[in-house]
């Protein structure tokens, strides 16, 4: 199986409270940072899953801890000709110390893996506009303390469009009983086989061209499932980060158990609305094996990331977004690695 999928999209963020007042205390607006080109409050929101979603069109990185931002910087992206791909990406790895392949052994510090082929988070010059050959330049400062917190596996997202990130309840999951009351259509035997990654940050892929959902566990496929999805039912790609703590409502997955709260962003088309599944689930026009839906369910933790998009999962280069690269060997990875 490729390591590599591709479709459109873009993600991510969160409210509450909690959320305003990072807003005013954080958001010092995307358009002015103090002096040192960034800001940094991560005791707005001590603990839970921490994501850093990259905004090419405002050149500003924004971090997140359970749907809270805690930080803003400014960073520089790739100029016209080497333009940095959009995408969901995981850190592959990370070097404090690294020196670029490519480029006349250029100093990279704080490196940290997106792409096998040569982009990657790292400290370096930071103008008011894109000037890498394609990865994200961030202040040294904010660079070093980013390198602290993050983590291998962890969900970094790099979109075209200024997000406006909200908590929701996407409701993917239908119980057997509706599942059963709303078709007849029989859905085939599922693959679930966690062992083949037992650890580690679990994505979720769900295709409606498809017609599968596909679960993989630090890149590595554990679980696929056919998606029974009425057409034209869902469109567009959209991207979904487990936070912590339950929400308001029971699970139509598992009885007696709290409902999920993810994180959601659009897509950047305008026009576009977040979906909210569960009237899909409801009336029977998205369908999941209830057995293949509650493994899945009782898996996921905070920090896991869920992708629904009408792109293919097989067609890798069917557009110029990528989602997720997994772990290479030495002898695999490319000589164009940074």
């Not at 075209?160 to 929701?168: F, Q, Y």
Request: aromatic share 8%; glycine share 8%; with cysteine.
């Amino acid at each position: 199986m490729s390591s590599t999928f591709r479709y459109c999209l873009a993600l991510l963020f969160a409210t509450a409270s909690t959320y305003a007042q990072s807003q005013e205390s954080s958001a010092q607006s995307s358009q002015q940072l103090p002096a040192p080109g960034y800001v940094w409050m991560p005791q707005l929101s001590p603990e839970g899953p921490t994501t850093i979603v990259v905004s090419l069109q405002e050149q500003r990185a924004y971090v997140y801890r359970n749907g809270v931002r805690i930080g803003i910087s400014k960073v520089s992206t790739g100029k016209p000709g080497y333009e940095t791909p959009t995408g969901v990406f995981t850190i592959l790895e990370k070097h404090r110390e690294h020196y670029s392949n490519r480029y006349d052994n250029a100093p990279m510090p704080f490196m940290q893996r997106l792409t096998w082929d040569g982009v990657a988070l790292h400290a370096g010059n930071v103008p008011t506009y894109p000037a890498s050959h394609g990865c994200i330049r961030l202040p040294y400062a904010f660079s070093e303390i980013l390198f602290g917190i993050t983590a291998r596996g962890m969900t970094v997202v790099v979109t075209d469009a200024a997000t406006a990130p909200t908590v929701v309840y996407p409701g993917l999951f239908a119980a057997a009983g509706e599942l059963a009351a709303t078709s007849d259509v029989p859905i085939p035997v599922f693959l679930w086989a966690p062992q083949r990654s037992p650890d580690g940050p679990i994505t979720i892929v769900l295709s409606s061209h498809d017609r599968e959902i596909m679960v993989l566990r630090n890149a590595v496929e554990i679980g696929r499932a056919h998606v029974a999805v009425a057409e034209g039912a869902l469109q567009g790609t959209r991207v979904y980060l487990l936070l912590q703590g339950a929400g308001p409502e029971a699970s139509v997955v598992v009885p007696g158990r709290p409902a999920l709260r993810w994180l959601a962003v659009s897509d950047g088309i305008p026009g576009t609305a977040r979906p909210d599944l569960r009237p899909l689930v409801a009336t029977g026009q998205l369908r999941i094996d209830p057995g293949f839906a509650t493994r899945v369910y009782e898996a996921l933790a905070p920090g896991a990331t869920l992708v629904v998009t009408d792109e293919p999962i097989k067609a890798a280069g069917a557009t110029d977004l990528t989602i997720l690269q997994g772990a290479q060997t030495a002898d695999e990875v490319p000589v164009r690695s940074p």
